[in-house]
């Protein structure tokens, strides 16, 4: 599949921020929507964000919303999560995730077709 390389991941105290990068490496996915999900061990995976490439149209989980913003970047074809105010329950393996323009909602997993490697994020209370 398309590969997606991600970057940001890391440690950070409570309180603190984390910026997590997405890119595509092809053309075909330069205009296609990012979301981001992410999942605890032992746990399901769950959205995060989300953003519409077309129209810049965006969506947060309701745990998050306030502290993490998506964005987009399409001279580079790169999503970026902004995450501030961590805490400790946000910690997990964080999943760049791409998908073509549909009507389909971006705050479920099915709107996606590729997806990264996962970078650990752990908040440290």
């Known amino acids: 599949q398309v590969h997606l390389a991600e970057s940001g991941g890391g440690s950070v105290q409570a309180g603190g921020s984390l910026r997590l990068s997405c890119t595509g490496s092809r053309y075909t996915v330069r205009f296609y929507n990012y979301g981001w999900f992410r999942q605890a061990p032992g746990k399901e995976r769950e959205f995060v964000a989300g953003?519409?490439?077309?129209?810049?149209?965006?969506h947060y989980a309701e745990t998050v919303k306030g502290r993490f913003t998506i964005s987009r970047d399409g001279a580079t074809n790169t999503a970026y999560l902004q995450m501030d105010n961590l805490k400790s329950e946000d910690t997990a393996v964080y999943f760049c995730?791409?998908?073509?323009?549909?009507?389909?909602?971006?705050?479920?997993?099915?709107?996606?077709?590729?997806w990264g490697q996962g970078t650990q994020v752990t908040v440290s209370s």
């Open positions: 953003i519409r490439w077309n129209d810049g149209t965006t």
């Open positions: 995730a791409s998908g073509p323009i549909s009507t389909m909602s971006i705050a479920t997993a099915r709107a996606y077709s590729y």
